[in-house]
């Protein structure tokens, strides 16, 4: 019963999340409201914690029987990867305007536009996945041991990243149109494949 409402929870955030993320809620904030667009971003991003910190809370405060357990080698590879991927967040994270992710540069510069006008720029992480942040988010949760409650949190953001990525590629093919498009045919999305990736010189040129 605990794992159903945790399952609940998670598909609640993740209904709510996606329709307040989505082009249609945006544009209709600010044509009823103009004046506050500019503070949607930052408003999204807070309530979006807010919401998600209590569910992952639950996830380890509820009690379950214990599904798997990294012993002995494993258990300090699983270690050694969680830390590879934080640092895979800090390094990422240099690439990004984070002033606009954030919210901060549109509230500043009085921009109705949430999202801003970010340009198609790829790091060295995008050209060997499209979506770094996800990969690196998947290998944090997956890397942990799992009682039934973690379990079904660590699904429930797996899914979350699969169809969130989706849905966020939509808006980007919206915003960059053929470059994205291009660089979806040549890059996977969630996990690196050795075949699929980009030259510097391949990146560059698509990011320009």
Same mark, same amino acid.
């Given at each position: 019963?605990?794992?159903?409402? *945790?399952?609940?929870?998670?598909?609640?955030?993740?209904?709510?999340?996606?329709?307040?993320?989505?082009?249609?809620?945006?544009?209709?904030?600010?044509?009823?409201?103009?004046?506050?667009?500019?503070?949607?971003?930052?408003?999204?991003?807070?309530?979006?914690?807010?919401?998600?910190?209590?569910?992952?809370?639950?996830?380890? +405060?509820?009690?379950?029987?214990?599904?798997?357990?990294?012993?002995?080698?494993?258990?300090?590879?699983?270690?050694?990867?969680?830390?590879?991927?934080?640092?895979?967040?800090?390094?990422?994270?240099?690439?990004?305007?984070?002033?606009?992710?954030?919210?901060?540069?549109?509230?500043?510069?009085?921009?109705?536009?949430?999202?801003?006008?970010?340009?198609?720029?790829?790091?060295?992480?995008?050209?060997?996945?499209?979506?770094?942040?996800?990969?690196?988010?998947?290998?944090?949760?997956? /890397?942990?041991?799992?009682? *039934?409650?973690? *379990?079904?949190?660590?699904?429930?953001? /797996?899914?979350?990243?699969?169809?969130?990525?989706?849905?966020?590629?939509?808006? *980007?093919?919206?915003?960059?149109?053929? +470059?994205?498009?291009?660089?979806?045919?040549?890059?996977?999305?969630?996990?690196?494949?050795?075949?699929?990736?980009?030259?510097?010189?391949? +990146?560059?040129?698509?990011?320009?």
């Amino acid at each position: 019963m605990n794992a159903l409402w *945790l399952a609940s929870a998670w598909l609640a955030f993740v209904l709510l999340h996606s329709l307040f993320a989505s082009f249609a809620v945006k544009e209709w904030v600010a044509r009823r409201w103009p004046a506050a667009a500019s503070w949607y971003r930052l408003a999204f991003n807070g309530l979006s914690l807010a919401a998600v910190l209590p569910i992952v809370w639950l996830s380890y +405060a509820l009690e379950g029987p214990l599904l798997w357990e990294w012993a002995g080698g494993w258990r300090w590879l699983s270690h050694g990867l969680a830390l590879a991927a934080i640092a895979g967040f800090a390094a990422v994270a240099r690439w990004y305007d984070m002033d606009t992710f954030l919210g901060l540069r549109q509230i500043r510069e009085h921009d109705r536009q949430p999202d801003g006008n970010e340009g198609f720029r790829l790091s060295p992480f995008h050209r060997h996945v499209r979506h770094p942040w996800y990969f690196f988010g998947l290998v944090l949760v997956w /890397t942990g041991d799992k009682n *039934l409650p973690l *379990l079904v949190s660590t699904l429930a953001i /797996t899914a979350y990243f699969v169809v969130g990525s989706r849905l966020e590629e939509k808006k *980007l093919l919206a915003r960059h149109g053929d +470059a994205y498009r291009r660089y979806m045919e040549r890059v996977p999305g969630l996990l690196p494949l050795p075949w699929k990736t980009l030259t510097r010189e391949e +990146a560059k040129t698509l990011g320009q």
